[in-house]
C-alpha cells in the first residue's frame, strides 16, 4: 500500500528524537518512499545534529533527488566535514544535473566547498571539467589542490598531464604525492619519465606513489626502467627491482640476475625476490647461489624468491635453508617449502621440529598441513601438540584438520581443556571436522 504524505511527515517528526539505530529504520522508510521525501530530508539538513544533516544528506543521495541539488550544495560549506562528506558522496549519486552547481561551489569563498566539489567532480567522471579542477591546482588552500588532483586523476584527464607533472616535481610532499598516483590513473608515456625522476625523491611517500603509478602504467616502462638498474642511487636502484617483479614481464629475468651482483644488499635482496616471482625454475640456480652470502637478509631474500619460484628445483636449497644460522631466514625457508608444495620437503620440515625458534616450527607445522603427506607429517605433527608455544600447537591442529587425518582425534581430544582458549576451540573444531569424514 502506498504511504500517504502525512506519514511521510511522521516519519520525518521522529527523526529528531530517535536513537542511531531507530534514525536508521526510518530513512531506510523514507528513501523507499522515494521523491515524495524530499522536501522533509531537506528540511533536516538545517538541523542542529551534524549527525542527522549527515544522514539525511546520505539519504537525499539514494533517492538522487536532483531538488536537492542547492540544499546539498550548501552543506558542502557545514561545519561538520562528515556533513559535508555526505553531502559530496549525495551530489555524486545525483551525477551530471549537479555539475553546473559543483562548478559554481568550485569557485565558492568556503575552502571546503571547493574541495568537496572537487572530489565530486572527479567521481561523477564527467571529463569536461577538467579544464575548471586545473584552475583549482593553484588554489590557496592545499587541501582544494589536492583534492583537485585526485579528481583529475579520476578523470584521467590528458589536459592535466602537464601541470601535474610541474606538482610532482615541486618541494611539497603532500601534493607531489598525489600528482604520482593521479599520473598513475592517467597512465600516459609522458609521465613514464617524471616518474622516473620522482623515485630518487628524499621523500618515501612520493617515491612509493611513483612507484606504484610505473607499475599502473605497465610494460610500456620496461625500458628506462631497466636503465634506471644502473643509477647512482642504490634507493633507485633497489625500488626499480620491486617495481619490475610487479610489471611481470619475464624480458626484465636477465637484468635482475645482473642484479643480484649489485653492489648494495638492498637491492640484491629485491631482486631476489622480483626474479623468484618472475623466473620460476630459471631463478632457482641463480637464487641458490645467494644462500653463500654472508649476508642474512640476503639468504632471507633468497628463501623468498625460492618460495615465489614454486618449482620442485626450489625444495633442496630451501631445505639445506632450514640449517641457516638466522633464524628469519630459516622460518622464510620453512614457509617456503609450503608454498612450494612438493613432498619431497616434508622431510626436512619434520627435523624442523627441533628448531629453537618457534616460530619456525610453527611455520614448519603450517607446511606440512598444505603439503598433504600425511606419512611423514602425521608424527610430527603429534609431537608438536604437546610444544610449548600455544602458536605451534594451535598449527598442528590446523595442519592436521588439513590433512583430514582421522586417526589424529584422540589426539587432539586432550588439548580441549588447553589452557590456550583459541587452541582449545581450535581442537574442537578440528574434531567435529574430522567426525564427518568415513
Not at 136 to 156: F, H, M, P, W, Y
Not at 256 to 264: F, I, Q
Not at 401 to 428: G, I
Request: proline share 4%; hydrophobic share 45%.
Amino acid at each position: 500500500m502506498a504511504i500517504t504524505k502525512r506519514q511521510v511527515a511522521e516519519l520525518s517528526a521522529s527523526l529528531e528524537s530517535a536513537s542511531p539505530t531507530e534514525r536508521q529504520d526510518l530513512l531506510e522508510e523514507m528513501i523507499a518512499v522515494g521523491e515524495a521525501a524530499i522536501p522533509y530530508l531537506i528540511e533536516h539538513l538545517e538541523s542542529t545534529d551534524y549527525r542527522l544533516r549527515g544522514a539525511a544528506a546520505d539519504a537525499l543521495g539514494e533517492i538522487s533527488g536532483e531538488e536537492a541539488i542547492p540544499n546539498l550544495i550548501e552543506l558542502l560549506a557545514d561545519s561538520s566535514v562528515n556533513a559535508q562528506r555526505s553531502a559530496a558522496e549525495a551530489l555524486t549519486k545525483v551525477g551530471e544535473a549537479a555539475i553546473d552547481d559543483l562548478l559554481e561551489a568550485l569557485m565558492s569563498k568556503d575552502q571546503g566547498a571547493r574541495r568537496w566539489a572537487a572530489e565530486a567532480l572527479g567521481s561523477i567522471g564527467d571529463d569536461s571539467v577538467a579544464q575548471s579542477l586545473i584552475v583549482r591546482l593553484s588554489d590557496a588552500n592545499t587541501e582544494v589542490q589536492r583534492a583537485a588532483i585526485t579528481a583529475l586523476g579520476e578523470l584521467k584527464s590528458k589536459e592535466a598531464l602537464e601541470p601535474l607533472i610541474h606538482i610532482l616535481a615541486s618541494e611539497h610532499v603532500e601534493l607531489a604525492r598525489a600528482s604520482a598516483e593521479a599520473l598513475g590513473k592517467i597512465r600516459s608515456r609522458v609521465a613514464i619519465k617524471p616518474l622516473l625522476d620522482a623515485l630518487g625523491s628524499p621523500s618515501d611517500d612520493v617515491r612509493e606513489a611513483a612507484a606504484q603509478a610505473l607499475i599502473n602504467i605497465g610494460k610500456r616502462c620496461l625500458p628506462p626502467l631497466t636503465k634506471k638498474l644502473e643509477d647512482s642511487d642504490h634507493h633507485v636502484r633497489a625500488q626499480v627491482a620491486v617495481i619490475l617483479g610487479e610489471i611481470g614481464d619475464d624480458k626484465v629475468v636477465g637484468s635482475l640476475v645482473c642484479a643480484l651482483d649489485d653492489e648494495n644488499e638492498t637491492v640484491v635482496c629485491k631482486a631476489a625476490v622480483s626474479l623468484g616471482r618472475l623466473a620460476g625454475d630459471g631463478a632457482v640456480s641463480h637464487l641458490a647461489k645467494l644462500m653463500r652470502s654472508p649476508c642474512a637478509p640476503v639468504r632471507c631474500a633468497a628463501a623468498t624468491g625460492l618460495s615465489w619460484a614454486r618449482n620442485a628445483k626450489a625444495v633442496t636449497p630451501l631445505a639445506k635453508l632450514l640449517s641457516d644460522t638466522d633464524w628469519a631466514t630459516r622460518m622464510t625457508a620453512a614457509r617456503g617449502l609450503g608454498l612450494v608444495g612438493r613432498p619431497t620437503g616434508a622431510k626436512a620440515l619434520a627435523a624442523a621440529f627441533t628448531d629453537p625458534e618457534w616460530c619456525v616450527r610453527m611455520h614448519a607445522a603450517c607446511s606440512l598441513g598444505k603439503i598433504g603427506d600425511r606419512k611423514t607429517a602425521l608424527p610430527s605433527l603429534q609431537r608438536a601438540l604437546k610444544d610449548k608455544k600455544d602458536q605451534v600447537r594451535r598449527a598442528a591442529v590446523d595442519a592436521l584438520a588439513q590433512l583430514r587425518a582421522t586417526e589424529a582425534k584422540a589426539w587432539l581430544r586432550p588439548l580441549l581443556r588447553d589452557e590456550n582458549p583459541s587452541v582449545a576451540e581450535a581442537a574442537s573444531t578440528a574434531i567435529k571436522l574430522l567426525d564427518t569424514i568415513k
